[in-house]
């Protein structure tokens, strides 16, 4: 397995999660108060999977360098 390639995909999907997050931000700052929310559990969720990503690509990387 490409430890190491695998790793870069999780990074690069955290990375397009992170610009998401960012857009849903200033959408929610502009956003009237019943769109909020929404847009808050939207944002709460995006977070959950960019987290996921982040902790599985360090993971991946540990496995390329043989720590885990």
């Known amino acids: 397995m490409d430890y190491l390639k695998w ?3 999780y990074k690069q999907t955290a990375s397009e999660l ?8 200033r ?3 502009r956003a009237s108060d019943s769109v909020k929310k929404e847009l808050s559990d939207k944002i709460t969720l995006y977070k959950g999977w960019y987290k996921e990503c982040i902790e599985i690509s360090h993971h991946l990387m540990e496995r390329h360098r043989g720590v885990a």
């Open 27 to 29: 959408q929610r700052a």
């Open 18 to 25: 992170e610009a998401v997050l960012a857009r849903l931000k």
């Open 7 to 9: 790793s870069n995909e």
